[in-house]
């Protein structure tokens, strides 16, 4: 019981502090200077060396699923639908949502580590001391760097994805490739597209709050950024996870547009 | 020749949980005066510092910079009295990801608009002042603890402060580099500038100050130039050399 109230406790104190950060940053977010050049700095950092891990994740990805799919459906004779339903499981989940928690783990944990050993060497005060705002110069930019890379790296990975599954196709269901792609290219509409767009601009914004979030409160020592890291992951998968509950019953609940592609 | 109060600060509590630290202080800072706080590790003498600029708000009372109190100001206008009070932190407290040089532009970066040229000659200017010649490109792993302290120090003169508060600037320091940084500070107020020094460091704060404060149990016990305070308070400032605790109160030792 007690287990349980401690975790209700900080439960309600994440979001208080969520919350406020958020206050924090639209607060500041359209004040002079903006700092572009670091917000690129760190849209680099964050993108370009996610790459790697990105592209291995979308080929293994394209590969295991269309094996998968493809050869249970040929023994129907309905191999023709796994570029249908590879493309619909790209944008639904496997490039909006599992490549997130790759990214969390990656980006997010990088960003409260950083952050969390600047507070820890009082560089955040000394930039208050300097009349410079760290919300403004440290976590707007890797906030907006986060919102911008994440999509992108999603976008890059459903498109390796799908090369590697229309190659597959090709490989072992011999189908044709051209034909695999046009297939897939037809079946979402722009609604499904954008939505799969809209979540993962979502989770990168649980996942840069969240990260921030856990590397503004170290205050104890550096044995707490490892603690602050951990917890900003798993707060993050959770965010996740619950965010692509809720988005995706809203989707199909009031918007439509899934249900029509699923049943085209 | 001392000017007006700079600094004042009047009924001045701080308490960390129920725990009060600092129990009603009051004194001021003149104009061109070098006041050294002295006291015992925990005592308040940091927490001060960071309330003057505003990192840290007190439980109650007033601080005053230039007539106008610090206190009941927001983020945005506490800017202006970080522009005017600069803040030397204990260990520097350099931003790693950015070289010397970028240490030291960036007040000029932020605040005005001074050419690149123009920031990169009072940059140079200002690492030769403090004999840092050739660390521009290096980053602050790189540098020595004197090193860093220094350059943290330089960084706080890019904007030309009228007050400097230095947190312990001297702990962890050789001797070489303790003179060095004397020199340095003694070089600053020459210059007129004004500064509050927190140190444990009896003969730096002799060398510096106009007048000392002595910090015990949250409260002023002395308050006196140099001479005076060796003079009329030998006694607590002998048990606070000795390392008795509670060497700087009268009623402690008294038990």
Known sequence: MIFFINYLKDGLKFFKGFFSLVTLIFSELFKRPFYYQLMIKNMYDFGYRSLFIVTAFAVSTGYVVTLHIGLSLEKYGAKLYVSKIMIISLFAEISTVLIVFILAGKIGSGITSEVGSMKLTEQFDAFKALGISPVKRVIIPKVLACLIIIPILCIISSMISLLVSAYIGKLYLQLDYIDFLARALRTPKLGFVIFGFFKTMVFAFFIAITSCYYGLNVEKGSYEIGRATMRAIVVSFMLIICGDFVLTGFYYSFIHFGVENVRN | ?255
């Open chain 2, 1 to 255: 020749m001392l000017g007006t109060n700079l600094i004042e600060i009047k009924n001045f509590h701080v308490s960390y949980g129920k725990k009060l630290v600092l129990k009603n202080l009051s004194f001021h800072v003149k104009a061109k005066e070098c006041l050294t706080l002295l006291g015992e590790s925990g005592v308040g003498k940091t927490t001060l510092l960071r309330c003057i600029i505003g990192l840290k708000r007190p439980t109650n009372g007033e601080i005053f910079v230039e007539g106008e109190n610090v206190v009941e100001m927001d983020e945005e206008k506490l800017l202006a009295v970080r522009k005017k009070v600069a803040y030397a932190f204990q260990n520097g407290a350099l931003f790693d990801s950015m070289t010397v040089f970028e240490n030291l532009a960036l007040p000029l970066t932020e605040h005005t608009q001074l050419s690149f040229q123009t920031i990169k000659k009072r940059v140079k200017k200002e690492l030769e002042e403090f004999d840092l010649q050739g660390t521009e490109k290096l980053y602050p792993s790189e540098l020595s603890g004197g090193m860093k302290k220094r350059v943290g120090i330089a960084r706080c003169m890019m904007l030309k402060p009228k007050v400097i508060l230095y947190d312990e600037p001297t702990v962890s320091l050789d001797p070489y580099n303790t003179a060095n940084l004397v020199k340095t500070m003694l070089k600053l107020k020459k210059k007129g500038t004004t500064s509050i020094l927190v140190t444990h460091n009896m003969s730096v704060a002799m060398q510096i100050s106009d007048r000392i404060a002595l910090l015990s149990e949250g409260k002023i016990v002395a308050i006196g130039t140099p001479e005076t305070i060796e003079k009329d308070y030998n006694v607590l400032l002998k048990n606070f050399m000795k390392g008795i605790k509670g060497g700087l109160s009268y009623e402690k030792i008294s038990h």
